[in-house]
């Protein structure tokens, strides 16, 4: 049998600010108390914006 990880980790969503495109999905601990901010490249503007974590 397969061992259960003590570090659960969960998909997400990550939407642009600017476009509120959701263009790329990460992972993070579940036990992290905050929502992820990451600077990402968006296609659609053609340059770098910040994405926010997302619900599915």
Do not use: F
Request: net charge positive; hydrophobic share 25%.
């Amino acid at each position: 049998m397969a061992r259960k990880s003590k570090n659960a980790r969960i998909d997400v969503l990550l939407e642009c600010t600017e476009t509120k495109q959701r263009t790329y999905i990460t992972s993070k601990n579940v036990r992290a108390g905050y929502k992820l901010e990451l600077r990402k490249y968006n296609p659609k503007l053609r340059k770098h914006t910040v994405y926010k974590e997302r619900k599915k």
